[in-house]
C-alpha cells in the first residue's frame, strides 16, 4: 500500500480528529518502526509497525456514513468558538472520523451526509463526478420563462459563470413560489446567489436529495445510516463500487 501522512492514518484507526492526533504526534507518543514520529512522517500502513503509547493501533472502525436532516439555524461545523449549535451536536456519540460531505449554511435546512469514508467524502464533492444536488427553494415573486431559462443556461456570479442546473416551479406561494432546483456544482451559498442574480431572492431553502439518496419523511434534527442499497449507489456513482 502507497506511503500516507501518519495523522491520516491515526485518524482512520479511531484515535481522534486529525488535529487531535497531531498532539499525540507533537507528544512524542506516536512510534514508526520503533523511532518517535514526527509531524508529516509518512507511512504505509500495511508494512510499518506503527505503536501509540506502545500499544498497537486499534482495529480500523466500520465505515459509518449518515443521513442527517439539518435544521434552519445549526452550523455545518465540528465546533464553534462562540459556542453555537453545530450538526455534530444533533449526533449521538459520534466517530471521531465522522466528516460532513459538503455544507449547508446556517440559513438552509435539509439533507446532510456525514461519513467516516474520506474518500467518499473526497469524490462526492469534487465538481468532477457532478453529484446533483436538489434543493426546493421558497423564492420571492414568481420566476418567469425567462428566470428559469438563465438558471438552466447558466449564471454570471462574482466568482464566474455557474454550471447549467436544472429548475422547474412546483408551486405558486403566499408573495413567492416553491422552485425546485437541481445543482452539480458546489459553491458558496451558489443557489441562494444565482436566485438573487435572477431577480428572486431566496426566502426558504432545503436541500431533498444528494446523488439519488433522498431525505424523505425524516425529522428535523434526526439522523439515520444509510441503508445497504443507497451506500452501494453511492460508492457506484463516484466509482468506488467493488
Given amino acids: 500500500m502507497p506511503e500516507e501522512r501518519l495523522q491520516k492514518i491515526l485518524a482512520r484507526h479511531g484515535l481522534g480528529s486529525r488535529r487531535g492526533v497531531e498532539q499525540l504526534i507533537r507528544a512524542g507518543r506516536v512510534r514508526v518502526d520503533g523511532a518517535v514520529a514526527e509531524l508529516g512522517k509518512r507511512a504505509d500502513p500495511d508494512a510499518s509497525s506503527i505503536t501509540v503509547d506502545g500499544a498497537p493501533l486499534p482495529p480500523l472502525p466500520p465505515e459509518l456514513t449518515l443521513l442527517l436532516h439539518k435544521p434552519r439555524g445549526v452550523l455545518v461545523t465540528a465546533s464553534d468558538e462562540r459556542g453555537r449549535r453545530t450538526v455534530f451536536d444533533l449526533l449521538d456519540g459520534p466517530p471521531a ?8 449554511d446556517r440559513d438552509s ?10 474518500e467518499l467524502a ?3 464533492m469534487h465538481p468532477r463526478h457532478r453529484v ?31 454550471a447549467p442546473a436544472e429548475a422547474e416551479l412546483l408551486r405558486s406561494a403566499r408573495d413567492g413560489a416553491w422552485l425546485r432546483v437541481v445543482l452539480h456544482e458546489g459553491r ?5 446567489r444565482m436566485l438573487e442574480a435572477v431577480g428572486h431572492p431566496v426566502r426558504r431553502l432545503i436541500r431533498t436529495e444528494v446523488g439519488g439518496v433522498a431525505l ?5 434534527g434526526a439522523s439515520r445510516p444509510l441503508a445497504a442499497a443507497e451506500e452501494r449507489a453511492l460508492l457506484a456513482l463516484v466509482g468506488l463500487a467493488e
Fill in 132 to 162: 446533483g444536488k436538489t434543493y426546493e427553494a421558497l423564492v420571492e415573486g414568481v420566476p418567469d420563462a425567462s428566470a428559469l431559462a438563465r438558471l438552466r443556461e447558466g449564471v454570471e456570479l462574482d466568482d464566474g459563470p455557474t
Fill in 122 to 124: 473526497h469524490r462526492l
Fill in 188 to 192: 458558496k451559498r451558489q443557489l441562494r
Fill in 216 to 220: 424523505g419523511e425524516l425529522a428535523p
Fill in 97 to 104: 472520523s465522522l466528516r460532513h460531505v459538503g455544507r449547508l
Fill in 109 to 118: 435546512e435539509g439533507l446532510l451526509l456525514l461519513t467516516t469514508n474520506g
